[in-house]
């Protein structure tokens, strides 16, 4: 078979004070309600406890940390990653975390805090746990297993969350094809595809995983089905149950030619100092794509136009009254309002899109390109209202003409954030 070549804040002395003042670091863990009345003069904060994929830490972390300091409605994010289709079990059906909770601290909190270090832990009501306010999925409801939906459960499209097969940094290899990864992953050993023979060495998620979920459907093999693990080879079932430990089992490989792993393309954005990722070509394409225009690239080019297909759009969900339609938490729709790009009141002190955009996902009203279904057809798509020139000032630079009430845009653009809008 044919391999394809990849076509600041204040004075240390403030610092210093701040840090032993932060109850982030006492010897007892808080717990996750205390966070309300953080103390330290910052004004109370509402709560929004959150059950997300692990994909969607770097978005958490970073929004957690603008939220928890937005002057125009402070609000901590409490949170818990676990599997897209366990995730939508529990707020289906109300399960409530009972384990540790994480919450990322404010500066004045921790003015060293970043978003490369690790959120804080805090404790959740025992017995009973801590109930959910937004739960999250990064696939399409209809790749979980079949439930019906709860009229007291709100379900929303956020940003596009693309997949990717990551490789250590000393691979030599740059591409793979949809015939390749079929036999890879369907076949293992067996497959013959070389170098990706070893199958203790394909490292893969569990099939409650938005990241094997998505990848099942885009190279037709059953997400019960892949070969692989976390290590060991033992095949879907025990695959890895965090992406951290895919980018560990990668990073250093003993053997890097035959390792290859699946990752969310927003984790792999966050580690690209240690690991590369393959281009892919889809089924019926004639050449192999990243998911940016360039290896090296942010620009999310060929997912917002079509040519790299492994992507699947967030799913966002909170709890609502069945009779009247209004979220049972307003700050909670507030939150996810701004992740799905939606104008809320009262306007952060920080621009959400811009966050978005800075962790590896794609807002919608960036995509030129649509799909009903994890692994469907492609469709044109036009967004109500585009913001594909201010996601790319964001993430590299833009070739549309600026514009401000003195300077109107040409023909039928729109000025929107200074930039002219196709839309």
């Known amino acids: 078979m044919t391999r394809l070549a990849a076509c600041t804040i204040g004075a240390a002395a403030l610092i210093g004070s701040l ?4 109850p982030a670091f006492a010897d007892t863990l808080p717990t996750c309600a205390s966070l309300a009345t953080p103390g330290l003069g910052q004004p109370a904060s509402e709560l929004v406890y959150i059950q997300a994929g692990d994909t969607q830490t770097n978005l958490l972390k970073q929004l957690g940390r603008k939220l928890r300091d937005n002057t125009a409605k402070p609000i901590t994010l409490v949170f818990f990653t676990s599997g897209s289709c366990t ?3 529990a707020m289906y059906t109300q399960v409530p975390v009972t384990v540790n909770m994480t919450y990322i601290p404010s500066l004045l909190e921790d003015p060293l805090w970043t978003p490369s270090s690790a959120p804080l832990n805090c404790t959740v009501p025992t017995p009973g746990g ?3 306010d937004v739960g999250n999925s990064a696939v399409f409801i209809s790749s979980c297993p079949a439930m019906t939906p709860p009229e ?3 379900a929303t499209t956020g940003p596009i969350q693309a997949y990717v097969l990551g490789v250590p940094e000393s ?6 094809t949809y015939e390749e990864a079929y036999f890879v992953f369907g076949y293992g050993a067996a497959g013959m595809i070389d170098p990706w023979i070893k199958v203790t060495n394909l490292w893969i998620r569990t099939a409650s995983k938005s990241t094997l979920l998505t990848w099942a459907a885009n190279i037709s093999v059953p997400a019960n089905k892949f070969q692989g693990g976390c290590g060991s080879g033992g095949g879907a079932g025990s695959g890895c149950g965090a992406s951290a430990q895919v980018v560990a089992g990668l990073q250093n490989n003993a053997d890097p030619e035959s390792a290859i792993g699946l990752l969310g393309d927003e984790v792999y954005d966050a580690d ?3 690991l590369n990722i393959l281009a892919f070509r889809a089924k019926g394409q004639y050449a192999a794509y ?7 690239s942010r620009d999310k080019q060929n997912i917002r136009d079509g040519h790299y297909t492994v992507w699947s759009p967030t799913v966002w969900m909170y709890n609502i009254n069945a009779a009247t339609q209004a979220p049972t938490n307003p700050t909670a729709k507030y939150v996810v309002d701004m992740i799905d790009g939606v104008p809320v009141s009262p306007a952060p002190s920080f621009e959400p899109d811009t966050v978005v955009a800075g962790v590896g996902l794609v807002p919608d009203c960036a995509m030129h390109v649509a799909r009903e279904f994890d692994g469907g057809p492609l469709s044109l798509y036009t967004p109500p209202a585009s913001c594909t020139c201010t996601f790319e000032k964001t993430v ?3 070739s549309c003409a600026p514009c401000s009430v003195a300077t109107p845009c040409a023909g039928t653009a729109v000025c929107r954030n200074n930039l002219c809008e196709a839309n």
Request: hydrophobic share 40%; proline share 6%.
């Open 19 to 22: 840090l032993t003042a932060a």
């Open 87 to 89: 995730n939508i079990t």
């Open 130 to 132: 801590q109930p959910l």
């Open 152 to 154: 007291t459960v709100k």
């Open 171 to 176: 691979s030599t290899q740059t591409a793979i």
């Open 272 to 274: 690209r100092a240690f």
């Open 290 to 296: 990243y998911p940016d225009k360039t290896a090296s």
């Open 396 to 398: 590299a630079s833009t």
